[in-house]
């Protein structure tokens, strides 16, 4: 089950990367924080951080492979199209659901529950300002976070109780 407090500082290795849980933080502030370090220190696009926050949210590790193929994931590699907060989670409920059929079935749910939220799947709509040389680096920040914080919801309402998994 995922846990909205962290009890103990601890790094966890994640493929070559160090990723630090801070004691006893809100779910929120935890998340504000591991988002800031996907993107600050380690230069993570949406779709991955998604991906990292929900792992260590949920105690279920990505391997690595799965994680490397998120990187162009960023609204199509900073194309504008789907964006990468409802990709790395719909990567993220498929690693969760051993069953294609219901992983489908929660994928449409999530993609019309977040549509129905955000207004919008489009990084173009959620990110209108692009992807520009001049933009500061990760505009989408808060965004991320409230796009986590709205998966680790869907997830857990929509999940089963025992295990967290489908």
């Given at each position: 089950m995922p846990h909205g407090c962290a009890r103990n500082?601890?790094?966890?290795?994640?493929?070559?990367?160090?990723?630090?849980i801070i004691v006893d933080m809100e779910e929120r502030e935890l998340v504000e924080n591991?988002?800031?370090?996907?993107?600050?220190?380690?230069?993570?696009?949406?779709?991955?951080?998604?991906m990292i926050v929900l792992s260590k949210l949920w105690n279920v590790p990505i391997e690595e492979q799965t994680f490397k193929s998120a990187v162009g994931l960023h609204g199509a590699g900073?194309?504008?199209?789907?964006c990468g907060l409802v990709e790395g989670s719909l990567m993220y409920i498929g690693i969760l659901c051993p069953d294609e059929k219901q992983a489908v079935r929660l994928c449409n749910l999530f993609a019309g529950e977040f549509q129905k939220k955000f207004s919008?799947?489009?990084c173009r709509?959620?990110?209108?300002?692009?992807f520009k040389p001049g933009n500061p680096p990760h505009l989408c920040e808060k965004r991320?976070?409230?796009?986590i914080l709205f998966t680790n919801d869907f997830l857990?309402?929509?999940?089963p109780k025992q295990d967290g998994r489908c």
């Amino acid at each position: 089950m995922p846990h909205g407090c962290a009890r103990n500082t601890k790094s966890f290795l994640l493929f070559p990367i160090y990723v630090t849980i801070i004691v006893d933080m809100e779910e929120r502030e935890l998340v504000e924080n591991m988002v800031h370090h996907a993107y600050y220190d380690h230069d993570f696009n949406c779709a991955r951080t998604v991906m990292i926050v929900l792992s260590k949210l949920w105690n279920v590790p990505i391997e690595e492979q799965t994680f490397k193929s998120a990187v162009g994931l960023h609204g199509a590699g900073g194309h504008g199209d789907q964006c990468g907060l409802v990709e790395g989670s719909l990567m993220y409920i498929g690693i969760l659901c051993p069953d294609e059929k219901q992983a489908v079935r929660l994928c449409n749910l999530f993609a019309g529950e977040f549509q129905k939220k955000f207004s919008s799947l489009l990084c173009r709509e959620l990110r209108p300002e692009g992807f520009k040389p001049g933009n500061p680096p990760h505009l989408c920040e808060k965004r991320t976070v409230e796009g986590i914080l709205f998966t680790n919801d869907f997830l857990k309402r929509e999940l089963p109780k025992q295990d967290g998994r489908c």
